[in-house]
């Protein structure tokens, strides 16, 4: 039962770099979540997608790029990385609608922007 | 819009005391609200949920919940606490939302748990 799996864990990229955070899950749900989380913010959703090429804005999209060709795959691209995207990202799945479907998470991606 | 608060950024409580973590939210109708676990390095893993029915909810490790509807809390309790149960904890609370499940995350409460 692999779940959702993230990589890179960790990533060190310098200012005005492209990156892209990979995201892949197992269990075949419709639903995908990329977060951030900043101290003192919690949890902030960046973008979601409800099915494969079906993705809309969350709360705080400036900045990146989803896409999502197939149902496992989820990636996140920051286009030209700044030092406010240093964060924990977080990138999660939950099955089709449903009256509060868990969200299940992924270990996380530590990213740094110097 | 919907909004959780979470008043206790940090908690200390001895091992095998009780314990207490407080969630307030801002929702206009029946919210459906979770209660989520980070330890450290790690991904959210979900305790417990409320959407409907009875108000006392029990999760996973020996938590409970209580929704109270005329407070707007969804608190976090365990009766004795184990050293492995410092960890980071979130309440959230869902939506629906543009066709989906918007979950809010509250800031955080991170447990320390001394011998």
């Known amino acids: 039962d692999a779940g959702i799996t993230q990589s890179p864990r960790y990533k060190i990229t310098e200012t005005g770099r492209q990156v892209t955070l990979m995201c892949h899950q197992t269990?075949?749900?419709?639903?995908m979540f990329w977060y951030r989380q900043d101290l003192g913010h919690g949890l902030r959703l960046i973008y979601y997608?409800?099915?494969?090429?079906?993705?809309d804005k969350g709360e705080v999209p400036d900045g990146y790029v989803v896409s999502r060709s197939k149902t496992e795959n989820f990636p996140l691209t920051l286009e030209s990385a700044t030092r406010s995207q240093t964060s924990v990202y977080f990138c999660?799945?939950?099955?089709?609608?449903?009256?509060?479907?868990?969200?299940?998470f992924g270990e996380g991606s530590w990213l740094t922007v110097v | 819009a919907q909004s959780v608060t979470q008043p206790d950024i940090h908690i200390t409580v001895s091992e095998g005391a009780s314990l207490e973590l407080r969630c307030n939210y801002s929702?206009?109708?029946?919210?459906?609200l979770f209660w989520y676990v980070q330890s450290p390095g790690q991904g959210l893993q979900l305790l417990l949920k409320?959407?409907?029915?009875?108000?006392l909810v029990q999760g996973i490790k020996g938590f409970e919940a209580e929704f109270k509807r005329s407070q707007s809390s969804f608190n976090l309790r365990k009766p004795s606490v184990h050293w492995s149960d410092a960890a980071e904890y979130f309440c959230?609370?869902?939506?629906?939302?543009?066709?989906?499940?918007?979950?809010?995350f509250g800031t955080g409460t991170k447990l320390q748990v001394i011998p």
């Open positions: 269990w075949s749900h419709s639903y």
């Open positions: 999660a799945s939950s099955e089709a609608p449903g009256s509060g479907n868990t969200i299940y």
């Open positions: 959230a609370v869902g939506e629906w939302s543009g066709g989906y499940q918007k979950v809010t």
């Open positions: 997608s409800a099915a494969a090429d079906i993705t």
């Open positions: 409320y959407f409907s029915g009875d108000t």
């Open positions: 929702y206009g109708a029946t919210p459906y």
